[in-house]
């Protein structure tokens, strides 16, 4: 199977693995790419956009990547907040009156950026397509109680962290996470990647592959928590085929871009806050991704975790070979990895999904390759 695309010669390695990661079958089809000092210097893709292997992956092809549009719609209140508009230790009722109902008064919007709000899911029965009205998703989360104390424990908020930290965007500007992401970070860098997806785009669109039978998101031993996070909605892979699904702006889980796309706006976080010439934050900025927040093993996810301002940091999580490094991945194995200590980020997307939410071992292949390790 042909890999198109280029490798600096120092990273041939991360070609191989590449090219093995297509020709075992663990990839139907996918694209992968690493920036070092604000430069590409890989950027591969290969395979085909559908199951059926009728068409090809091509340069443009872009896909719905779940929860690795996280990472975009942190960068955009970290990006906020190094101007003055966020103070990430300020009540969230600050910016969002109607958020203190039910106990939350003191709820900080760095809880909302570490999944330690409280707010995992919600309480209130949900159908897919509620998920397309802002003001009742927003409005419900506002009104209801946390399940458990904020700021005490970590439990994944899937969906909901998009919402919450989406609603203090348009509060404190006026406009919603993915127009902003949009004006201010993706078009100034020419990125493919898109929080609201123009209907003009959805021929380029490659087609999500479910995980396997019994390895979905909502399947194996599930508590209280995680049962509400993954069945209120449920979560439907064939749904981000519908117009609906990509035109509306879930800022956790809905965006569209390809591994070139990733690595390119993260590289401003590796890089300081300066890319391509421009400043989008200051390097101080930038290293608020990498305060911790809270660690523990997470109430949803049941395993270890070291939550950022908005991003996963080194742990038993994900190993990392630096502590000035951030990551997260997306429901069936996207990934994106950020060194600020090395000025380079790693991206990976596919569409055929393993029934993880944290990344898989494709993504770790490519990046161990990167560093020497493959």
């Given at each position: ?8 010669e ?7 693995a590449?090219?093995?990661n ?23 893709w290969?395979?085909?956009?559908d ?10 092809t872009?896909i ?17 907040a190094?101007?003055g508009?966020?103070d990430?230790s300020?009540?969230v ?29 919600w ?9 397309y009205d ?15 104390e904020?700021g005490?424990?970590c ?14 965007v ?6 919603t996470?993915g ?33 396997p ?5 909502a399947?194996?031993d ?8 993954s069945?209120n909605?449920g979560?439907d892979?064939?749904e981000t ?6 035109g509306a702006?879930?800022?956790a889980a809905?965006g ?9 706006v ?5 890089n300081?806050?300066?890319?391509n010439g ?9 290293r ?12 949803i996810?049941?395993?270890p ?5 908005g ?10 070979p630096?502590?000035?490094m ?9 990934l994106?990895?950020i060194?600020?200590q ?7 997307v ?20 990167m560093?020497?390790?493959g």
């Open positions: 199977m042909t890999v198109h695309g280029f490798c600096d120092r990273f041939e390695k991360a070609r191989t590449f090219e093995n297509l020709a075992s079958g663990a990839d139907v089809g996918a694209s992968f790419s690493s920036t070092l000092e604000g430069k590409t210097v890989v950027d591969l290969g395979g085909y956009r199951a059926a292997g009728t068409q090809p992956w091509e340069k443009n872009i719905n990547v779940y929860s690795t549009t996280k990472t975009m719609t942190a960068l955009t209140a970290l990006m906020i190094d101007r508009g966020v990430f300020a009540p009722a600050k910016y969002w009156p109607e958020f203190a109902a039910n106990g939350k008064a003191n709820v900080k919007v760095s809880h909302l950026m570490s999944h330690s709000a409280g707010l995992s899911g309480k209130e029965k949900l159908t897919k397509d509620d998920l802002w003001e009742k998703c927003t409005s419900l989360l506002a009104a209801q109680a946390p399940y458990w904020p005490t424990a439990g994944y908020h899937a969906m909901t962290q998009g919402y919450l930290v989406g609603e203090i348009r509060r404190v500007t006026g406009k996470v127009t902003v992401f949009r004006e201010e970070i993706a078009r100034p860098l020419d990125a493919d990647f898109h929080i609201g997806l123009p209907a003009t785009e959805d021929a380029r669109v490659a087609e999500l592959i479910p995980p039978a019994g390895q979905g998101i399947d194996g599930q508590n209280d928590l995680t049962r509400n996070m069945s909605p979560v892979v064939s085929k519908t117009r609906a699904w990509r702006e879930l800022p809905g569209t871009g390809n591994a070139r796309s990733v690595a390119l993260q590289a401003i976080l590796a300081g806050g300066t890319l421009k400043r989008f934050l200051s390097e101080a900025g930038c608020k991704a990498l305060e911790l927040q809270i660690e523990g093993t997470d109430l996810l049941g395993q975790v070291r939550y950022g301002m991003f996963g940091l080194p742990g038993p999580m994900l190993p990392l630096n502590p000035n951030c990551f997260w991945g997306g429901y069936g194995g996207s994106v990895i060194d600020m090395n000025h380079a980020t790693y991206g990976y596919m569409n055929k999904m393993a029934g993880t939410t944290s990344g898989d071992m494709r993504a770790f292949s490519l990046v161990m390759a560093w020497g390790m």
